[in-house]
Structures are given as C-alpha cells and as structure tokens.
C-alpha cells in the first residue's frame, strides 16, 4: 500500500530555477523523508523531517510538514542539471518504511 | 567503503526458473529490506529482517523467499510462483532507529524472457 502521493508526477524546469514537490500521505506519522534516485539506481536518502518540525533546510533543499494537512513540501532552489532524478517522500519507522509515487524531475541545461 | 552490494545488476529469466538475487552490506546494521519498484510507480516492500534468522512478508510477499542466516546477507530468491517477477528490485538496511533512514544498493533488474 502506499502511503504518500507526489504531486505533480513530472516536473520540468529550467537550469537555475527553483523545484517544489509535494506529498500528501493518509496516517500519523513520527517522521517524514525524502529520497532522490537517478535513473536505474538505487535510492538515495536526502533529508528526514520529525513530526514536531515544520521546516528544515540542507544546503540547497528545504522541507516543510504540514501534519494537520498531512502533507509535506520539498523546494530545490537554484536547480541544476544533476538535480535531474525522481523524488519519493517516505514515512514509516524502523520496521516498515512505505514510499509514495515520486515526481520525476528534468532540469534543462 | 561501507555500503550495500547487490548482484547480478542484470539477470534473464525464462519462465519457470526460480531466481536469487544477492544482497550484502558491511554496514552492521540490524535490519535489511527488499523492495521492488516497476517502471514509473513507486517502491513496494517484499520482505525485511530485523534480526538474523526472522524476517517479516512485506506488502507484496507472494512468490518471493528470502533468508537471513548472517546479519550482512539477505538473498531474495524469486520463484515461479511469482506471476510477473520482471521489476526492478531494491535491497535496503537501516540502523536499529525509530527514524527508519533507508541506506539501498544500487538495484537489480530482472527480465522475464
């Protein structure tokens, strides 16, 4: 079963602008993550959010929940041609981690 | 370098066949996990392990085996039962944490001839 749903599914954009992608999911939650994965590899864990945060920066990625709306934001700012990847946002602890559909994400040079 | 490694990255399968993936991480975490993701959806969790010779059916466990006779190795074998085994399939390990950080191998991709 999947737990969040990305929104859009596919975003593109231009070298240098900024990339929002949302995540609505349907239970309480402890935590929230975000992964990136480049075409045909593995997942790449790019930052966790608890459920007493409501925002949280790393370098150049801001995440922001929402637990009331059960939803969460990630903003790439200033984005670049290797941002090019899908997002998956995740939650779920240590026995279970449920992933949502992902945005797949093109930044054009 | 600590991490996870999977193999074969490719492997061909003709119908009937059972397959094993290989996983191994030196990464001394408690628990690993196995994922399948088909093109353009998400991931969808098979089977996972917190402890060595235990492990717990996923979401989609129907088809699939896995063993975990050593803390670092957790092979998933796909039989012929599994009615559409061509994905591609994720192997993950994670501390003993509440947080659930997911650290994956670089994935193996199955096709069924």
């Known amino acids: 079963s999947q737990q969040g749903e990305e929104d859009p599914q596919a975003l593109s954009i231009q070298e240098g602008e900024n990339a929002t992608m949302n995540c609505s999911y349907k239970?309480?939650?402890?935590?929230l993550q975000w992964y990136r994965q480049n075409s045909g590899r593995g997942l790449v864990h790019l930052i966790l959010?608890?459920?007493?945060?409501r925002e949280k920066h790393s370098g150049r990625l801001r995440v922001t929940l929402d637990t009331s709306k059960k939803s969460s934001s990630l903003l790439i700012t200033a984005s670049r041609a290797a941002d090019t990847a899908s997002y998956f946002c995740a939650t779920g602890g240590y026995q279970k981690v449920t992933f949502g559909t992902g945005t797949k994400l093109q930044v054009i040079p | 370098d600590g991490g996870i490694t999977q193999s074969p990255k490719y492997l061909f399968r003709k119908e009937g066949q059972n397959v094993t993936l290989s996983c191994e991480q030196n990464?001394?975490?408690?628990?690993m996990y196995w994922y399948r993701q088909d093109p353009g959806q998400g991931l969808r969790l098979i089977y996972y392990s917190q402890i060595v010779n235990d492990f717990q059916k996923g979401d989609i466990a129907e088809g699939y085996s896995v063993s975990r006779e050593k803390k670092e190795s957790f092979p998933l074998t796909v039989t012929s039962a599994q009615k559409n085994p061509t994905a591609f399939y994720l192997c993950?390990?994670?501390?003993?944490?509440?947080?659930?950080?997911?650290?994956f191998g670089e994935g193996s991709r199955l096709t069924v001839l």
């Open positions: 239970t309480s939650i402890n935590n």
């Open positions: 990464l001394n975490h408690d628990a």
């Open positions: 959010i608890r459920s007493n945060e």
């Open positions: 993950a390990s994670s501390r003993a944490s509440d947080t659930g950080e997911l650290f």
